[in-house]
């Protein structure tokens, strides 16, 4: 896999999760190529709810494709602070553009958490084989 596949300004979880800090302590999360790709055309998505808490592990929602259906387990706890709403016309954008356009919902981190227990891109990659 090339590096341009994982980027490595994000961070990942096993759980096939990618997290992108961003400006005031939010993260955006989104699900890795590798998990797009497993899965094959997503059809549907099901996001968490603006303003709802979520604990590191929770699951906050699904991506439904041709294969299957597959949680989304929330990578840290924090309040759900913005979802992507493209996403409910157009849920192709999650195999198109994963790290783009394909994001999925912001956290605002809650207090004390930080990204330290997520992988970085060589480890994920590692994770995967």
Same mark, same amino acid.
């Given at each position: 896999?090339?590096?341009?596949?994982?980027?490595?300004?994000?961070?990942?979880?096993?759980?096939?999760?990618?997290?992108?800090?961003?400006?005031?302590?939010?993260?955006?999360?989104?699900?890795?190529?590798?998990?797009?790709?497993?899965?094959?055309?997503?059809?549907?998505?099901?996001?968490?709810?603006?303003?709802?808490?979520?604990?590191?592990?929770?699951?906050?929602?699904?991506?439904?494709?041709?294969?299957?259906? +597959? /949680?989304? =387990?929330?990578?840290?706890?924090?309040?759900?602070?913005?979802?992507? !709403?493209?996403? @409910?016309?157009?849920?192709? $954008?999650?195999? +198109? /553009?994963? =790290?783009?356009?394909?994001?999925?919902?912001?956290?605002?981190?809650? !207090?004390?958490? @930080?990204?330290?227990?997520? $992988?970085?891109?060589?480890?994920?990659?590692?994770?995967?084989?």
């Amino acid at each position: 896999m090339s590096d341009a596949t994982y980027p490595e300004d994000l961070r990942y979880t096993t759980d096939h999760e990618w997290v992108r800090e961003m400006d005031g302590g939010s993260v955006r999360v989104g699900i890795t190529h590798y998990a797009q790709e497993a899965l094959g055309d997503v059809v549907y998505v099901s996001l968490p709810t603006v303003g709802d808490t979520i604990d590191s592990g929770d699951s906050c929602g699904e991506v439904e494709s041709t294969k299957s259906v +597959s /949680d989304l =387990y929330a990578p840290l706890a924090g309040n759900v602070t913005a979802v992507n !709403e493209a996403l @409910d016309a157009t849920p192709e $954008l999650v195999n +198109s /553009d994963p =790290y783009g356009e394909g994001w999925m919902y912001e956290l605002e981190l809650a !207090e004390g958490t @930080d990204l330290s227990g997520l $992988l970085d891109a060589a480890a994920y990659q590692s994770e995967i084989g």
